[in-house]
């Protein structure tokens, strides 16, 4: 039997605002995939933040079990990136690939952060994410994948810290 290729998309601040999660704004391409892939839908956030939600779901454990409890880029990181889900792919025999966003590791140094995080290809920021997502999947590895997809593009503007503080 061969394994299932697993194509992540992830937004932020989107929520069930799209079809076909119950909003009638219409992405005809999200449905279609949802209907003839795997849609999850009697599922729960663990954290009501971006970082804590997303480590949540791709280690398997809680904000205070994986150490995410906070924002990736105010600070908070994971305790052990290897408990990422891309590492026990990897062991599987997957190749992990990354297209825009990711927010649960931050660049440190001269290491990039999808190099923290372990991925084994990082194909661009978020700018044209869909169009590098779509290039990966136009020239498929011959191996099974994890493509991670993140758009920004509904992302609301976080106030500046500065300005919080003052306030």
Known sequence: MSKPNILYLHSHDTGRYIQPYGHAVPTPHLRNLAETGVLFRQNFCVNPTCSPSRASLLTGSYPHENGML??????????????????????????????????????????KAWEIIGYDEFLGEPLKAHERAAAFLSNLPDRPFFLSVGFSETHRKFPDLKDAIDD
């Open 70 to 111: 906070g924002l990736a880029h105010r600070g908070f990181s994971l305790n052990n990136y290897s408990q990422h889900i891309i590492h026990r792919l990897r062991g599987e025999g997957y190749v992990s690939a990354l297209a825009g966003v990711q927010h649960i590791a931050m660049d440190q140094g001269h290491r």
